[in-house]
């Protein structure tokens, strides 16, 4: 090669040999499942495992990818025939893929219909998502639809004309009905614990509220599998784009990066056929939810912690904020003595070898996942990865000293970016505005400032008390003091319980 030509299918036979290329002939694929969000997880995640199960057993499973919300695919994917290079970035090691399992893009952001075409289409048997916590409409709490939605409110007073994913699905399942009855697996990849049920909870109860036996037909021909997936696959930068170019010859505007490790654990709930991602490495199993509680309290929960605290001491990436002696030591800890008693077993996985390999990844280098990409939407993910915990630790009659400080690190993120406090920072959070409202009527006093946002999440007493001490720290010259004291007042509580056990 000698000018820079962009990826496409005329490219690939004079690609370097260093770049793997599809092994199977793209020509023949027809598409068989659609997928909505079409980001960096899902170009590195489903879609890399689906070219993987096209090399082994070909069949007819070719990918339409569809954004609903920006950004547009014609330009990146569309240019380059659904082609793009997957980066596997381990420190130094690199290596470079051409995924070819994407075989059309449906830009749909101005108008639902394009999505609709596709998904209504008798040819798609499965449809699979990455939406973010956010796209479901969904109140975290109880993982209902969320009614007072400005989405919702609009799709349930323009129905066919919806802006939402529930709205859209309802719609293209009740299109389905009425062209050709195929039944339909509904599959979210999204790292929300159960989410296939809240998935089916958000498109039955609007699709409940259009009438015309609906959710009826859809209980009857629709299946909603929940999965746990997992994949560090930060959001893209320019010099990913550049590096390709560098190192290869030819331009990506689509490149995907992420880490070594992969893995899809998914509920074996099909409405029919299914492709055999079994085969290329994915669990087909009964019960996802081990998974997901060992994935969202392990690693997310660590991920979490060390993206607030790590803002707070001025770290940018994740693998800053670990590699930081005091915030390793603290986010073990917690994962070791609090984190891990209220998990149960999970099949061929020993929890403490779990928390070193979680630990591991995150110190990838090469990995450039920023904390504020991390801390974005903090609000939806705090729930299941230390709230929850938090609770069954209480239940248990345990000490929540560890946990307690990331739910506070969260509060000062969002603390510091109001007004009264000089907007730090710019962040993203559904709980940003009512917890800036609560720091520019109540100034800088952090036991006011805990209480009025505790009284959100409904906290009890002993909760209170050891979030409003960390908070205060948190939010004072010297953020990391939380973290020290924390571990000093573990360690003497850990000290008092060896003597009385020696009793």
């Known amino acids: 090669m000698n000018a820079i030509e962009t990826l496409g299918p005329g490219l690939l036979e004079r690609l370097p040999a260093a770049v793997q290329k599809p092994t199977y002939d793209r020509a023949s694929l ?27 057993k070909f069949d007819r499973w070719g990918i339409v990818g569809i954004n609903i919300r920006p950004p547009a695919l014609a330009d990146t994917l569309g240019r380059q025939g659904g082609l793009y ?6 420190n130094d090691h690199v290596e470079a893929r051409i995924i070819g399992s994407i075989v059309k893009v449906v830009d749909s952001q101005d108008s639902a219909a394009p999505a609709l075409a596709v998904l209504a289409s008798p040819d798609i048997e499965l449809v699979t998502m990455t939406v973010t916590e956010k796209g479901y409409c969904h109140i975290p709490s109880t993982g209902a639809l969320d009614l007072g939605h400005p989405d919702i409110v609009h799709d349930l007073a323009n129905p066919e004309a919806p802006r939402s994913l529930p709205g859209i699905l309802a719609l ?9 009855g195929r039944k339909l697996t509904l599959l979210s990849c999204d790292n929300i614990p159960t989410n296939g049920v809240i998935l089916e909870n958000v498109v039955r109860s609007f699709a409940e509220r259009r009438g015309n036996g609906l959710a009826d037909w859809i209980a009857a021909n629709a299946a909603f599998p929940s999965a746990m997936v997992d994949r560090i696959a930060p959001a893209v930068s320019p010099d990913d784009l550049d590096s390709v170019e560098q190192w290869f010859g030819y331009r990506d505007g689509a490149v ?6 992969r893995q899809w654990v998914i509920e074996q709930k099909f409405a029919g056929r299914m492709p055999r991602w079994d085969l290329a490495g994915a669990t087909f199993v009964d ?12 690693l997310n929960g660590a991920q979490t912690t060390l993206a607030t605290l790590g803002v707070l001491a001025g770290l940018e990436h994740t693998f800053d ?10 986010v073990k800890r917690m994962l070791v003595e609090e984190t ?73 993120y969002l603390i510091l970016a109001s007004a009264r406090f000089g907007k730090r920072w710019p962040v993203s959070d559904p709980y940003a505005g009512r917890i800036a409202a609560i720091a520019d009527e109540t100034g800088r006093d952090a036991p006011a400032l805990a209480s009025a946002i505790l009284t959100i999440l409904a906290a009890d007493e002993t909760f209170r008390k050891t979030v409003t001490s960390a908070l205060g720290e948190l939010l004072s010259g010297d953020p990391m003091a939380a973290v020290r004291h924390s571990l000093e007042q573990d360690g003497v509580a850990r000290l008092k319980r060896s003597k009385l056990s020696a009793l």
């Open 321 to 330: 904020a670990i590699a930081d002696p005091l915030l390793s030591v603290f």
């Open 287 to 298: 019960d996802v939810t081990p998974f997901e509680h060992l994935k969202m309290r392990v």
């Open 85 to 90: 290079t997957r980066l596997i970035r381990e």
């Open 30 to 56: 027809s598409p068989g499942m659609a997928h909505l969000g079409v980001g960096a997880f899902h170009r590195c995640h489903q879609a890399e495992y689906t070219d993987d199960l096209l090399s082994l």
């Open 172 to 180: 293209a399942l009740e299109q389905r009905r009425a062209t050709h």
């Open 340 to 412: 891990l008693p209220t998990l149960t077993p999970v099949p061929g996985m020993e929890p403490n070898a779990y928390i070193e390999q979680s630990l591991g990844r995150l110190k990838n280098t090469a990995i450039r996942h920023r904390n504020h990409q991390i801390a974005t939407d903090g609000s939806q993910k705090i729930v299941q990865r230390l709230l929850n915990p938090i609770r069954d630790r209480l239940n248990q009659g345990a000490g929540i000293g560890l946990l307690s400080v990331p739910v506070a690190g969260w509060m000062a």
């Open 256 to 261: 995907a990066v992420g880490e070594p490790f």
